[in-house]
């Protein structure tokens, strides 16, 4: 249930609302708008009916949600919700390209790539500092190695930095230099890790699971916004099929859905799902024309000697035509990329 308030009422008013709602057993969600206050009821909101509210002095509206997901609906919030990354906006008019390695592997390299990134377009540097690695044997990243040096790429280029954190562990360090921290595909259901980075107010790029349904993509986001950070970004990156032809299935269709149902911005990640370089910049453009906020993809200089993920990998070349592409794609549908 969503609380609409009467534009006038004082805090007075507002405690007394605050105080039934503590009554009903619900937890308050409030949010300040420039003209009023919106009080979003958590819990279960059966304790007390929509006419209940209704009768509440300084409550102009009620509104039922009736989907599982609250504070993620577009009922809880009409307007897109724009993410600030270090002033790249991102959930606007404007779709942003993040670009990177899969991992970092050394100094040297993070700068190149960087500056690849940077010069052909992209608006946010990606490199996985830990590495959740199917095979334990795998390389498994640089760990906080690996963070000093994204620290030394965004130094280098202004780029500011997109890297995951696996474990509640490492949630403060990853958050120490990276600007928007990464939840991995295996780690969407991870839901005390969900709850630590909603603790934080850093910008969160939470992607899919591999075999999630966008009702529990939905539910994992709620977790990070009732915890009290706004700032949630959805990634599709392919989902598990029978089809073995692609790493993973670009589930397009995502897209569209996603912006209808909820306000959170939406990523593309064209080169998971695909899992194959020359599929990537065709999977980008659709997720343009599908209405994507951004995509994140894979670039290295060097594919062949990557040490992660280097068959889905673009060089710089390729990447470059990927955004002079994508920029033709997203002016026919009256966007920019920024
Ligand atoms: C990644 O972005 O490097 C990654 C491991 O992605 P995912 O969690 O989607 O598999
Ligand atoms: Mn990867």
């Known amino acids: 249930m969503i609380l609409i308030l009467k534009k006038d009422v004082k805090e007075e008013g507002l405690n007394a609302i605050l105080e039934r709602i503590a009554n009903a057993g619900l937890k308050p969600h409030i949010s300040k708008g420039e003209e009023r206050i919106i009080i979003g009821l958590l819990g279960d909101s059966r304790a007390k009916e929509k006419e209940y509210w209704e009768t509440v002095p300084g409550i102009e509206r009620v509104v039922r949600v009736l989907k599982p997901f609250k504070l993620a609906s577009r009922e809880f919030k009409k307007e897109d919700t724009v993410v600030d990354v270090d002033g790249v906006k991102i959930g606007g008019k404007s779709i942003v390209i993040m670009a990177g390695p899969c991992s970092v592997e050394s100094k040297k390299q ?46 280098e280029t202004g780029l500011p930095i997109v890297t995951e954190a ?35 107010k850093k910008p969160v790029l939470l992607k899919r ?88 993809i894979e670039v290295h200089t060097n594919p062949e000697k990557a040490l992660s993920d280097g068959m889905q990998s673009l060089y710089p070349e390729q990447f470059k035509l990927l955004v002079e592409k994508g920029r033709k794609v997203s002016a026919a549908i009256g966007r920019t990329i920024l």
């Open 166 to 200: 696996m474990s509640i562990e490492q949630v403060k360090i990853v958050s120490e230099y990276a600007d928007i921290i990464q939840i991995g595909a295996r780690n969407m259901q991870n839901f005390s890790l969900l709850e630590a980075v909603g603790k934080t």
């Open 110 to 155: 993070i700068i190149e790539i960087a500056k690849v990134v940077k010069k052909y377009g992209g608006k946010i540097l990606r490199g996985g500092a830990f590495k959740p690695r199917t095979s334990p044997y795998s390389f498994r990243g640089l760990g906080v190695e690996g963070l000093k040096y994204l620290a030394a790429a965004k130094k």
């Open 209 to 296: 699971g591999m075999s999630a349904k966008i009702e529990e993509l939905l539910l994992a986001a709620e977790y990070i916004l009732s915890n009290g950070n706004p700032n949630v970004m959805l990634c599709e990156r392919g989902i598990r099929t029978f089809d073995t032809s692609t790493r993973n299935t670009l589930d397009i269709s995502a897209v569209p859905l996603l912006k209808s149902i909820t306000h959170l911005p939406v990523i593309v990640d064209p080169s998971h799902s695909t899992g194959k370089r020359a599929l990537v910049t065709p999977a980008s453009l659709a997720a343009i024309a599908a209405g994507t906020d951004g995509l994140i």
